[in-house]
């Protein structure tokens, strides 16, 4: 029986991957610097930094597909030098690793970002996975890691068979840390979010994401890189749908984009010199927003046969799961969030 491993195992994405390969039947292994909430019936936890080559070679015993999806997700953390040490370091670290155990299949999470370089101008733009980015034009310390972390998993697909898959805003239940699309879906539906930067969104339920790792690992192309992205739309058309799934009011006031990137780097500004807190609205998140980008995914649906959720169910789960966790702003005293399911 295949043995996986997935790194950062129970994470929004690694613990989708979790339970689907487990319903393929296979024995599945994670590593995560700390364990799910809810533990999934015969899988081994080993807890442990994708960072500490000592633990990642324990978890790398006798593993015959690798899925590295470990990551620190977040636009910003108050330690920036975080990033290079878990997402470049730790990549080049699992990826040694994965080779001297003889690793037959390997794939590793990359990220949209990585393609967002602020030349699309003000027109919308098409990219797929051809489009060559250079570190420097990127947008923060988060998009900057992620793109050296690719460099070094297409490195070492010159050692070994690493696929490579890039998904765009993933939502849908389970988001115990709250990255940054469900924070942004969960503070339009709390009301915290008073206006918008009108922009276009690339969306993919997180179980698609999943599934495309899976595929990848399967069937994709050694040192090829695959996008994972199933809606594209304006934030308008975002904003209508929750408005109708929830019966909540979104905001109305559309901004400049202009005062949205000021106003983001006051928020960003206050973390950084005062509340040591995530800011709002990160400014490398806005200003990557305000790229009008669409991320051709037609590779991975022809090569990978990715699948697409309606995005009315993924943002139905998402609330849902949201609500359960106790997220939601109850704005109707005694009366839970009623979802139209329509």
């Given amino acids: 029986m295949t043995i996986s491993l997935v790194t950062g195992g129970s994470g929004f ?15 599945v292994r994670v590593l995560d610097i700390e364990p799910p909430r809810v533990r999934r019936s015969g899988v081994h936890y080993i807890e442990g930094s994708v ?49 001297g155990a003889g690793v037959e299949r390997a794939v590793h999470t990359s990220s949209a970002t990585v393609l967002i370089d602020g030349l699309a101008g003000g027109s919308p733009v098409s990219l797929d996975e051809r489009y060559q980015t250079q570190e420097s034009d990127l947008f923060g310390d988060y998009a900057r890691s992620k793109w050296r972390a690719e460099a070094v998993a297409l490195e070492y697909s010159r050692k070994l068979p690493v696929v490579i898959v890039l998904p765009t805003l993933p939502l849908g239940p389970g988001d115990q840390h709250l990255t940054p699309p469900s924070r942004m879906l969960l503070d339009f539906v709390n009301g915290k979010n008073s206006a918008y930067a009108d922009c276009i969104l690339n969306i993919i339920d997180v179980r698609d994401v999943a599934a495309g790792h899976r595929r990848a690992c399967a069937s994709g192309r050694p040192g090829d890189r695959y996008i994972l992205n199933c809606h594209s739309l304006p934030m308008t058309s975002f904003l209508e749908c929750l408005e109708t799934l929830t019966g909540r009011a979104m905001p109305s006031w559309r901004i400049p984009g202009a005062c949205a990137l000021a106003v983001s780097g006051i928020f960003e500004l206050w973390s950084n010199l005062v509340s040591g807190s995530a800011p709002i609205a990160p400014l490398a998140g806005t200003r990557m927003g305000l790229q009008p980008i669409i991320f051709c995914s037609s590779r991975a649906k022809q090569e990978l046969e990715l699948p697409s959720t309606p995005l009315a169910a993924t943002l139905s789960d998402a609330v849902a799961w949201l609500s359960s966790e106790g997220h939601l702003i109850d704005e109707r005293s005694d009366e839970a969030l009623v979802l139209d399911d329509r």
Avoid: C, S
């Fill in 51 to 99: 960072t500490d080559p000592t633990t990642v070679k324990q978890a790398m015993d006798g593993v015959r597909h690798l899925y590295h999806t470990a990551a620190i997700p977040h636009l910003w953390i108050p330690d920036p030098k975080m990033f290079e040490e878990t997402n470049v370091i730790g990549t080049r670290i699992v990826f040694e690793e994965a080779l």
């Fill in 13 to 27: 994405i690694g613990q989708h991957l979790v339970d689907q390969l487990l319903a393929d039947g296979e024995r």
